[in-house]
C-alpha cells in the first residue's frame, strides 16, 4: 500500500531523496529543452490553493501538471469557501476526494500542517510564513547545475550531486525569514556551509536553527555583519525586506536593513566569481541593486525558470 507523503519542510525528505530530486528536476529541465515529450503523471489532478498572491509558484505549478500529463485547479484567496470561513479540515477532506495532491500557500505554517492531517492525499507546502521548501528545491537545482557546468567537460560525467553541493559555500543575507529558514533545512539536511547575516530581531526562526544544528553536518553561522557572512563566499542569497503579510512594517524594515543591501561592493568581497540567487519579486535598492541582479553574477532568471523543473520531479515522487 501506498502511504501519502507531504511536502511541508525540507525535513520531510531525507538527504538522499532530496539529492534524487535535484537530479531529477536536471533531466527533466533537459527534457523539456529537447522537446521530448514527459508526460509521466497523467489524468493526475493537483489543486492549488492561494491565501497569498503568487506570479511564479501558480505558473510553474500549473505548467508543471500539464506537462506531466494532468491538470491543476486553482483556487485564490476568494474563489473557494476558505475565504469565508470554510474550516481547513473540511475543505482538505473534501479536496482530497477530486485531486491527487494539494498545495497550499498561506500564511501561519499550522495552516498548511492542518491540510495535511486532514487531506488522504499528498500536501505541499507552496510557502508559509515560516518556510519555502519549493523554492530552495529550485535553488539548489540552480546551485547544482551551476557547479556542474564548471566542474565537466560538456562530454563528462556529470558531478555527484551531493559533492557539487558541498564543494561551494553559502551565505544569506537580509531578513531571517521563511526563505533563510529553509536554506538553513538544507544546509542541515545536506551538510552545507552557510552564513547568515540578519539585522537584530530579524533572525531566522530558533527551533528551525536548533535542529538544522542538531541533525547535519552542516556549519551553520549566524551574525549581523554582512561583511562577515560573505567574504569568500561563492553563492549570496537575499530577499525583499518585508515579506508578504509584513507590509506595513516597511519604514521601520529600511532602517533596520540599512548596510544589508546585496550590491557591488558587498558582491565584490566574496569568492571571485560568486553567484547570486534571488527567489524573486525583487525591490531594486532596497535588499538587492539592479547592477546586482541584472549583472554576470545574477542566477536569478534560470533560478525562476527552475522552479517548473524542480516541481516536476516534486509531482513525480509525490504522485504516483
Ligand atoms: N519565488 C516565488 O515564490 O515567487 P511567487 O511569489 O511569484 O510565487
Ligand atoms: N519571503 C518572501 C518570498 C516571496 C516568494 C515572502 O514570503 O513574501
Redesign the pocket.
Known amino acids: 500500500m501506498h502511504t501519502k507523503r507531504d511536502f511541508l519542510s525540507l525535513f520531510d525528505v531525507s538527504d538522499v531523496e532530496l539529492v534524487q530530486l535535484v537530479r531529477r528536476a536536471e533531466e527533466l529541465r533537459f527534457l523539456r529543452q529537447m522537446r521530448e515529450p514527459h508526460k509521466t503523471r497523467p489524468g493526475r489532478m493537483l489543486a492549488l490553493v492561494f491565501e497569498k498572491a503568487s506570479t511564479r509558484t501558480r505558473v510553474s505549478f500549473e505548467v508543471a501538471v500539464a506537462e506531466l500529463g494532468g491538470h491543476a485547479v486553482v483556487l485564490g484567496r476568494n474563489d473557494s469557501q476558505l475565504g469565508r470561513g470554510e474550516p481547513i479540515k473540511d475543505t482538505a477532506r473534501v479536496m482530497a476526494r477530486y485531486c491527487h495532491g494539494i498545495m497550499v500557500r498561506t500564511f501561519g505554517h499550522d495552516r498548511v500542517g492542518e491540510f495535511a492531517r486532514y487531506s488522504s492525499v499528498p500536501v505541499i507546502n507552496g510557502?508559509t510564513d515560516l518556510l519555502?521548501p519549493c523554492?530552495v528545491l529550485a535553488d539548489l537545482q540552480t546551485v547544482y547545475a551551476h557547479v556542474a557546468r564548471g566542474a565537466t567537460s560538456p562530454a563528462g560525467p556529470a558531478p555527484d550531486v551531493l559533492s557539487a553541493l558541498r564543494s561551494v559555500r553559502y551565505a544569506w543575507v537580509g531578513d531571517g525569514?521563511?526563505?533563510a529558514n529553509t536554506w538553513i533545512e538544507a544546509a542541515g539536511l545536506l551538510g552545507l556551509d552557510l552564513a547568515l547575516a540578519c539585522p537584530k530581531s530579524f533572525e531566522p526562526n530558533a527551533e528551525v536553527l536548533t535542529r538544522a544544528r542538531r541533525t547535519g553536518q552542516g556549519k551553520i553561522q549566524l551574525t549581523q555583519d554582512a561583511r562577515e557572512a560573505v567574504a569568500g563566499r561563492h553563492v549570496l542569497s537575499t530577499?525583499?525586506l518585508a515579506?508578504?503579510g509584513k507590509e506595513d512594517e516597511i519604514e521601520a524594515r529600511r532602517r533596520a536593513f540599512a548596510g544589508y543591501c546585496l550590491d557591488g561592493k558587498l558582491l565584490a568581497t566574496a569568492a571571485p566569481a560568486a553567484v547570486v540567487l534571488h527567489?524573486l519579486p525583487a525591490h531594486r535598492g532596497e535588499e538587492i541593486t539592479d547592477e546586482v541582479i541584472e549583472g554576470p553574477s545574477s542566477l536569478v532568471w534560470q533560478q525562476a525558470e527552475n522552479r517548473l523543473h524542480a516541481q516536476k520531479a516534486l509531482l513525480e515522487w509525490l504522485l504516483p
Do not use: A, E, F, K
Request: glycine residues 0%.
Open positions: 510557502l519555502h523554492q525569514n521563511n526563505m530577499d525583499v515579506s508578504m527567489c
